[in-house]
């Protein structure tokens, strides 16, 4: 068996007052062990709703979402969240962050600061480990973030937009490292964004998901070595491809967004 | 220290020492100077009462019990009463009926049912304490935002570790919000509850026994100890905040 996520018609409905939005509409895909996918799609599209699910935070209204053959029934160790922002205790150190899941799960102190501080080596926050949070950068603090989930050990790391909220030279240095930290490490990465480029740049495989109800409309292998520079002719293609298959959806949920403002 | 602080208050001593003059009645107005000569002598017995200092003393050993009292009901009610909607359900209702009745208007029953003494002054105190207390630790629990609780859940943590390590210390910045805001109450509740029948010492019974004989200057020297130690109490309190919590700006954007 080479898949550890399969996603099998997942579709997820939220129920407010007096409205009901279908948020997933039967989404089916698998992702392999070690693998790093990314699903794209436009705002609203359900890819957070998506990952959530896979966390284990939300149940599916239908469907079901199975972990190495067993059904996910809530959130585990095994399968660790970076967010998109804020999601550092602030009164908790970086070193004391970077421990928690080691902490809760029993690991005695001296052995989990020993992960911890490498975690923090290896996401380059080394010095800063008597630092709080409110005395750090949103990169530095999105760093934290991923070396809190990444010293839990987890099977599966699940990324929320981690970088959207960064600006361009952080946002693509911590790609770089991510994708260092990914090879090294050998994680299954299922990564959520709204950036083209950031999806092609990472990932084995692509996913591009429809306006709502979120669908996939396309899934797409990245079949480039990495390094992958962002200018070369082959990336441009990919980027061209996957924009075009976005554009018609993109304009979808801004007519969506347009109605439901307007009317 | 800025100069323009300090010239109201010199302000108000100039005037008061003036008028005092010009009235020449110490049972209506005593000159600052009287005030003064029963403030630095807080060893002096005073009319047969104790000193100053002891009288001082005994209201502030009933507004640490009571306090102390109201903190140790309020906070972990309010900690379960944020975290369990069950709790919250239970007893919603009639803490928010027991809540806007004012401490004093429990002294009829208070004396009946605890007689007039220690337990009485007591209850008065922890009544006031309690609710600021136990509304702040609910908040606190509240406001401790869902992403963090989420986190924790995908780390691993039980329901155990989310309470001790995410709960409690997300809500302690509000918590000392609600201790100091408790502090300040039951500091003017011990002043009142020492006013009622039956009190033989502190401030409260000082400042009534004192007006009965017509000895102003002791009156108003007890009424800047309460503003001093008043003071004293919530700045002690703010100061901690501030300390411990600088992370509280982190949390609230």
């Known amino acids: 068996m080479d898949n550890i996520l399969e996603i099998r018609n997942v579709s997820k409905k939220f129920v407010s007052k007096n409205k009901e939005i279908l948020a997933l509409d039967n989404v089916t895909f698998d992702v392999k062990y070690n693998e790093f996918l990314s699903i794209v799609g436009p705002s609203g599209c359900g890819k957070s709703t998506l990952l959530r699910l896979i966390a284990g935070l939300e149940k599916p209204t239908s469907g079901e979402i199975l972990m190495e ?9 095994e399968r660790g969240m970076v967010f998109q922002q804020y999601s550092l205790y602030p009164w908790r150190n970086v070193l004391n962050n970077v421990a928690f899941g080691l902490e809760v799960r029993g690991i005695p102190k001296r052995e ?31 760093r934290v973030a991923i070396a809190r989930t990444l010293a839990n050990d987890p099977k599966v790391v699940l990324m ?104 | 220290m800025n100069f323009r602080k300090i010239v109201m208050p010199l302000f108000g001593l ?3 020492e003036l008028l005092a003059i010009w009235l020449n009645n110490p049972v209506v107005l005593p000159p600052v100077e009287e005030v003064i000569k029963v403030l630095i002598n807080p060893n002096l017995s005073i009319l047969g009462t104790g000193t100053l200092l002891e009288n001082t003393l005994v209201s502030i050993k009933r507004v640490l019990s009571g306090f102390i009292l109201a903190g140790a009901v309020g906070v972990p009610l309010g900690i379960l009463m944020g975290y369990y909607p069950v709790i919250m359900d239970l007893f919603d209702i009639v803490i928010e009926l027991l809540r806007p009745i004012p401490p004093l208007a429990w002294v009829p029953l208070a004396l009946a049912w605890f007689g007039i003494g220690e337990t009485s002054m007591l209850f008065i105190i922890f009544i006031g304490a309690f609710f600021p207390i136990l509304l ?98 919530d700045r002690g309190l703010r100061y901690i905040e501030d300390r411990c919590f600088k992370w509280k700006r982190y949390l609230i954007r």
């Open chain 1, 160 to 263: 929320d937009e981690p970088f959207a909220a960064l600006d361009v030279q952080t946002r693509t240095i911590l790609q770089h490292e991510l994708l260092k930290i990914w090879e090294k490490e050998k994680k299954t990465v299922v990564f959520v964004t709204h950036s083209v480029e950031e999806a092609i740049y990472l990932s084995d495989r692509v996913i591009v998901m429809t306006a709502r109800p979120g669908r996939i409309k396309d899934i797409i292998p990245i079949d480039l070595p990495r390094p992958r520079k962002r200018d070369s002719l082959e990336f441009l293609e990919y980027k061209r491809r996957i924009v075009n298959i976005l554009k018609d959806e993109v304009l979808k949920s801004y007519n969506m967004y347009k109605c439901s403002t307007m009317g």
């Open chain 2, 136 to 233: 702040n630790t609910i908040a606190g629990v509240k406001g401790v935002p869902k992403i963090l609780i989420e986190v924790a859940q995908t780390l691993g943590a039980k329901e155990m570790d989310i309470l001790l390590k995410v709960i409690i210390p997300g809500s302690l910045p509000s918590i000392l919000t609600g201790l100091r805001i408790g502090a300040g109450i039951a500091w003017m509740c011990v002043v009142a509850a020492e006013m009622l029948p039956g009190s033989s010492a502190g401030l409260g019974y000082l400042i009534m026994y004192a007006y009965s004989l017509s000895r102003m200057d002791v009156v108003i020297a007890c009424m800047i100890i309460i503003g001093i130690i008043g003071l004293l109490l």
């Open chain 1, 112 to 142: 989990r600061y020993e992960i911890a501080r490498r975690f923090i080596k290896m996401t380059g926050l080394e010095g800063f480990e008597e630092a709080y949070p409110y005395e750090l950068s949103g990169g530095m603090q999105q």
């Open chain 2, 14 to 16: 100039a005037l008061w």
């Open chain 1, 69 to 77: 053959g067993r059904r996910i029934e809530g959130p585990g160790a």
